[in-house]
């Protein structure tokens, strides 16, 4: 069975400060790791995705996570955080090939104050 | 990317009336499309798999008289909910499917907020 953690219900930074959102997997078999990013009243929209290729994978908006293999863990990251960035982000996972359904995450809210 | 979107984007209704939620694939087709249901400040629950022609497939404890589903086509679904009850009021998100090579993505449409009175 696959599931997901993410570790922070909340996180506050101050824009141009760097952004962690921590997320940490459990897959029985090579898995599918998705971010994505949900804005108030809207649908989610994909930030990026890790599908064995690359384990560092760069997405939309300046966003990237590293997939480590050794910590179950796909953490994101972003450099410098902007006030547009102030949204609900969900880590999901899936089983690569034999592709199954998608399994959410409880999701993380970024704030970021000026 | 894929776009998907819903109609309507909003519903208000009466406690025990019928209400027809449309996802659409605009550039693409998609075999595969899911509903998902989206409480306040909570995670998306997936409630079934909808399958272009034939029955869709509910998740454990959704009520398929309840929630009809119907994936006529290869660029529509549709979600309807039945004798609406205000505990009802949700906010139901679909996505469809996009095989790409060995992988595959779902990719989400905006939102319907349902409000039942």
Known sequence: AQSVTQLDSHVSVSEGTPV??????SSSYSP???????????????????????T???GINGFEAEFKKSE????????SAHMSDAAEYFCVVSETLSFQKLVFGTGTRLLVSP | G??????????????GTSVKIECRSLDFQATTMFWYRQFPKKSLMLMAT??????????????????????ASLTLSTLTVTSAHPEDSSFYICSARV????????YFGPGTRLLVL
Request: charged share 20%; net charge positive; aromatic share 10%.
């Open chain 1, 72 to 79: 179950t863990s796909f953490h994101l990251t972003k450099p």
């Open chain 1, 20 to 25: 962690l959102l921590r997320c940490n997997y």
């Open chain 2, 50 to 71: 909808s399958n272009e022609g034939s029955k869709a497939t509910y998740e454990q404890g959704v009520e398929k008289d309840k929630f009809l589903i119907n994936h």
């Open chain 1, 56 to 58: 560092l994978v760069k």
């Open chain 2, 2 to 15: 894929a776009v998907v979107s819903q109609h309507p984007s909003r519903v208000i209704c009466k406690s």
């Open chain 1, 32 to 54: 599918s790791l998705f971010w994505y990013v949900q804005h108030p009243n809207k649908g989610l929209q994909l930030l990026l995705k890790y599908t064995s290729a690359a």
């Open chain 2, 99 to 106: 095989r790409e090579r060995v992988q595959e993505t779902q």
